[in-house]
């Protein structure tokens, strides 16, 4: 995955404008972005379920979101 990403991170040095640009693709966007999100916290909710890690809900929520990568690209997920 992370060679994928090197290999089309030009994708992300303009994402804001990119996205501006194109309604489709921005909502789509937005959907990979809240399935990011979504899988983060569940991931951190299973490593706090099995004493891998400490964090309340909040803290989930933050690290969910910060992982997901919806505050570098301005959307909004639903949770937001």
């Not at 921005?26 to 299973?46: D, G, P, R, S, Y």
């Not at 989930?60 to 505050?71: E, H, L, R, Y």
Request: hydrophobic share 40%.
């Amino acid at each position: 995955m992370a060679d994928f990403l090197w290999q089309y991170r030009f994708l992300y040095r303009d994402l804001n404008n990119l996205l501006a640009r194109n309604r489709t693709l921005e909502t789509h966007f937005k959907q990979i972005i809240t399935h990011k999100v979504n899988f983060a916290k569940q991931l951190c909710e299973a490593l706090v379920a099995d004493q891998e890690m400490v964090a309340t809900p909040a803290e989930i929520k933050v690290i969910a979101t910060n992982m997901g990568g919806s505050q570098r690209t301005g959307c909004r997920t639903s949770s937001s």
